[in-house]
């Protein structure tokens, strides 16, 4: 384990997890990589500190909340007024010094506040008149996901707001994305994908999951459903407090790789499952960089898998340089932490064999949250075998792994007649918003017990 350390700033660890004995042959190795971040929290920011300084005061952070007015939240109105006194809420946890704004969402995305162009930075006053904006929301109009994703792009991009800073969005939609196509909405998060993170929320049961998990996915935040539009402001001040408590924007998983070697996958496991591997970005000679997004006190697990180039039995060499990094405008990059992955030939077979208890747990995490999507398809496909054989195992690896909460979640979708062997019946009637639930919180994982 090696760490970046630096007084009253974050502090950074790297732990890899792996068996590095390979059989005679074998060429891949897997790891788990435990990032923690630890110990921010010093109000200000320090002059010529190379990232800002913590939770306690003086992050820079720029939030753009994009809140949809389409006609639909006016059934009921509800929703509506859910959506105002949430994202009220969410104003009210803003820290002082933050820049913020405020979109209304239809088929166009409109500013309510402050206007212009412009970003507000949050103060009493300022909190007042974003709250005095958001009682005259009303609802009308369509659904285009993707203009008010870049209008919060181009919000945050202005230029009183330090290229240090964390930048954060939260999105709020009770409807599918209606009035762009899929095509044109990827473009939008293709072109947003490192420029700010994102939170993503469905209210209601009439959006479509895969629209809303697929912002989260590619804004590096969070997606979930709020069934109840009660239950908006209490989930709408925990994400932005959350935000509040990011420290460090713009960090990467870096792996260097030797020659002859290569990255064949690189995940995040924990706290949910998420894929890196097509998002590497060139970093140099071997090196490739791969994005994580903003952290605050948190701890997250990666797997990675290298493949290595044969050698003799009793050889070892390094497979890979796991480095946690800020990239700097320059090209350069501050290194946080750092951590090895070893390969080592062995005509031992219990020691080749042996698979590594974090990276075994994983791997179910994994496989758990594709078979829960996979059930879930092929259930509204009207596949009952394949869904059963699907969800069956789902419950199977939900139990084995001690995911208590899929678990729950999975027995409102299916009877459970034996959890360890997998045995199910679907059920004849689930209300939508328990497979929307299920569907939308498949990806969460617990950790391996040490």
Same mark, same amino acid.
């Given at each position: 384990?090696?760490?970046?350390?630096?007084?009253?700033?974050?502090?950074?660890?790297?732990?890899?997890?792996?068996?590095?004995?390979?059989?005679?042959?074998?060429?891949?190795?897997?790891?788990?990589?435990?990032?923690?971040?630890?110990?921010?929290?010093?109000?200000?920011?320090?002059?010529?500190?190379?990232?800002?300084?913590?939770?306690?005061?003086?992050?820079?952070?720029?939030?753009?909340?994009?809140?949809?007015?389409?006609?639909?939240?006016?059934?009921?109105?509800?929703?509506?007024?859910?959506?105002?006194?949430?994202?009220?809420?969410?104003?009210?946890?803003?820290?002082?010094?933050?820049? &913020?704004?405020?979109?209304?969402? !239809?088929?166009?995305? #409109? *500013? =309510?506040?402050?206007? %212009?162009? /412009? $970003?507000?930075?949050?103060?009493?006053?300022?909190?007042?008149?974003?709250?005095?904006?958001?009682?005259?929301?009303?609802?009308?109009?369509?659904?285009?996901?993707?203009?008010?994703?870049?209008?919060?792009?181009?919000?945050?991009?202005?230029?009183?707001?330090?290229?240090?800073?964390?930048?954060?969005?939260?999105?709020?939609?009770?409807?599918?994305?209606?009035?762009?196509?899929?095509?044109?909405?990827?473009?939008?998060?293709?072109?947003?994908?490192?420029?700010?993170?994102?939170?993503?929320?469905?209210?209601?049961?009439?959006?479509?999951?895969?629209?809303?998990?697929?912002?989260?996915?590619?804004?590096?935040?969070?997606?979930?459903?709020?069934?109840?539009?009660?239950?908006?402001?209490?989930? &709408?001040?925990?994400?932005?407090? !959350?935000?509040?408590? #990011? *420290? =460090?924007?713009?960090? %990467?998983? /870096? $792996?260097?790789?030797?020659?002859?070697?290569?990255?064949?996958?690189?995940?995040?496991?924990?706290?949910?499952?998420?894929?890196?591997?097509?998002?590497?970005?060139?970093?140099?000679?071997?090196?490739?960089?791969?994005?994580?997004?903003?952290?605050?006190?948190?701890?997250?697990?990666?797997?990675?898998?290298?493949?290595?180039?044969?050698?003799?039995?009793?050889?070892?060499?390094?497979?890979?340089?796991?480095?946690?990094?800020?990239?700097?405008?320059?090209?350069?990059?501050?290194?946080?932490?750092?951590?090895?992955?070893?390969?080592?030939?062995?005509?031992?077979?219990?020691?080749?064999?042996?698979?590594?208890?974090?990276?075994?747990?994983?791997?179910?995490?994994?496989?758990?949250?594709?078979?829960?999507?996979?059930?879930?398809?092929?259930?509204?496909?009207?596949?009952?075998?394949?869904?059963?054989?699907? $969800?069956?195992?789902?419950?199977?690896?939900?139990?084995?792994?001690?995911?208590?909460?899929?678990?729950?979640?999975?027995?409102?979708?299916?009877?459970?007649?034996?959890?360890?062997?997998?045995?199910?019946?679907?059920?004849?009637?689930?209300?939508?918003?328990?497979?929307?639930?299920?569907?939308?919180?498949?990806?969460?994982?617990?950790?391996?017990?040490?």
């Amino acid at each position: 384990m090696a760490n970046f350390s630096k007084s009253n700033v974050p502090q950074f660890s790297v732990e890899v997890y792996q068996n590095e004995f390979l059989p005679e042959g074998g060429r891949e190795v897997n790891a788990i990589v435990t990032v923690t971040s630890t110990g921010g929290g010093t109000v200000g920011t320090a002059a010529g500190a190379p990232y800002p300084y913590g939770a306690g005061g003086g992050t820079d952070a720029a939030v753009v909340l994009m809140v949809d007015c389409s006609g639909s939240m006016d059934y009921p109105p509800t929703k509506m007024r859910g959506a105002r006194d949430a994202s009220g809420a969410a104003i009210d946890a803003l820290r002082d010094g933050v820049h &913020f704004a405020v979109i209304a969402g !239809t088929h166009v995305a #409109k *500013e =309510v506040y402050p206007g %212009a162009g /412009r $970003l507000a930075v949050a103060s009493p006053s300022t909190r007042e008149q974003a709250r005095q904006a958001l009682r005259k929301l009303s609802a009308g109009g369509g659904t285009a996901i993707g203009t008010w994703l870049r209008l919060a792009d181009r919000l945050l991009a202005a230029a009183d707001v330090p290229s240090s800073a964390v930048r954060h969005g939260i999105l709020l939609t009770d409807g599918r994305n209606e009035h762009e196509s899929p095509e044109d909405l990827r473009t939008t998060l293709d072109a947003c994908a490192g420029r700010f993170t994102c939170d993503a929320r469905g209210v209601g049961t009439d959006w479509e999951v895969k629209e809303v998990t697929a912002v989260a996915s590619a804004l590096l935040g969070t997606a979930d459903i709020v069934a109840d539009p009660a239950h908006l402001a209490s989930d &709408f001040t925990l994400m932005m407090e !959350t935000a509040m408590g #990011k *420290e =460090v924007a713009d960090v %990467a998983l /870096r $792996l260097w790789t030797p020659l002859g070697s290569e990255i064949k996958f690189v995940k995040q496991v924990a706290p949910t499952v998420g894929e890196l591997t097509e998002r590497r970005t060139e970093a140099g000679p071997r090196a490739g960089d791969y994005p994580t997004g903003s952290w605050g006190d948190e701890s997250r697990d990666y797997h990675v898998c290298v493949q290595v180039p044969n050698a003799d039995l009793g050889q070892e060499m390094l497979a890979a340089r796991v480095s946690l990094v800020i990239p700097q405008p320059d090209g350069s990059a501050q290194t946080l932490s750092q951590g090895l992955v070893r390969a080592v030939w062995t005509d031992d077979m219990a020691a080749s064999t042996s698979i590594n208890p974090q990276v075994a747990h994983y791997t179910g995490q994994a496989e758990l949250a594709q078979v829960i999507q996979q059930g879930l398809d092929a259930r509204k496909a009207g596949d009952a075998d394949g869904a059963t054989a699907k $969800l069956g195992r789902a419950v199977q690896l939900a139990a084995l792994s001690g995911n208590a909460d899929t678990a729950k979640l999975l027995s409102k979708v299916v009877d459970v007649v034996d959890a360890a062997e997998g045995t199910v019946r679907l059920k004849a009637k689930v209300a939508e918003a328990d497979e929307m639930t299920l569907e939308t919180r498949s990806t969460k994982t617990v950790r391996v017990k040490k």
